[in-house]
């Protein structure tokens, strides 16, 4: 159609970037993320409906207001919904047959998935491992161990989520059918997640540090309970041991990450002190 109405990738990419800036600046209770989302969508609604049109303006009002609606989701790989809605939205300006409720059936239909994928993939995954990278640089005592953690780690969640951005706009209304089809869901949410309790492990094995300094005299013989006991039963036991009791009282009501931190610290304090550890 010659009076067509074409996103272009300066829209696009400017809601993009407006989402990626203030998706957590208007965080509430009662919206969660939807004053953001709605906030991003305006270069889509300010190109689909021009303010100086005045025929268009009970529709630039609608578009906002449909967009105001709860929202929450993972802010990286939930981007796909963003994409997805936009090239709705566009279908939708351009006469097609798309109505609130679908475009909102979309929207509820993906965020909790992605939602678990995403929390998954960054801060079971992506995040720990940049971050353990970082960390074996700066023992070292090169200043680059945090500077690559402060660099590397907003780069490649922006990245993640600008690739998820445009592949939701590419699939549009595809994307939750396609997404939700098969099983897929279930096999990516689960795929992430043993991955991500992979990384963590590794990271445990490496940063979990723990030894005793307890030494029995036996006559003119020296018992080393670390290295003649434990490290022969096996090596690293009592930081496996640490971190099992953790996982343990993290399952416990009475316990949460707070009081464990506190628990560990005087351990240690008490340990260190009395030269057990």
């Not at 990278?133 to 680059?144: F, H």
């Not at 930081?239 to 993290?250: A, C, S, W, Y």
Request: charged fraction near 15%.
């Amino acid at each position: 159609m010659s009076n067509e109405i074409k996103l272009t990738g300066k829209e696009i990419r400017k809601a993009f970037w407006i989402w990626q800036f203030y998706s957590h600046a208007n965080y509430n209770y009662e919206r969660m993320q939807g004053g953001a989302f709605a906030a991003a969508m305006t270069p889509v609604i300010d190109k689909l409906y021009p303010a100086e049109d005045p025929d268009k303006k009970e529709q630039r009002i609608a578009a906002l207001q449909r967009h105001m609606v709860f929202f929450n989701t993972n802010p990286n790989v939930g981007t796909l919904i963003h994409g997805a809605v936009i090239s709705m939205e566009e279908e939708r300006a351009n006469g097609a047959d798309i109505s609130d409720e679908a475009i909102n059936a979309v929207k509820t239909g993906l965020m909790g998935p992605l939602a678990g994928i995403g929390d998954a993939l960054d801060q079971g995954m992506i995040i720990p491992l940049i971050v353990a990278i970082g960390i074996s640089i700066a023992k070292t005592g090169n200043v680059m161990g945090s500077l690559f953690t402060m660099i590397v780690n907003p780069l490649v969640l922006a990245g993640m989520a600008y690739f998820f951005w445009m592949r939701g706009y590419k699939l549009g209304n595809n994307a939750i059918t396609s997404i939700l089809s098969g099983g897929k869901m279930k096999t990516i949410i689960n795929a992430a997640s043993i991955l991500g309790c992979t990384v963590m492990g590794a990271l445990i094995c490496s940063y979990v540090s723990l030894s005793t300094n307890i030494v029995f005299h036996i006559g003119q013989s020296e018992f080393n309970i670390q290295t003649m006991l434990f490290d022969a039963i096996l090596p690293q036991l009592l930081p496996l041991l640490i971190t099992l009791g953790v996982f343990k009282l993290l399952g416990s009501e009475k316990w949460n990450a707070t009081k464990i931190m506190i628990l560990l610290i005087a351990i240690g304090f008490i340990g260190g002190c009395i030269g057990i550890f």
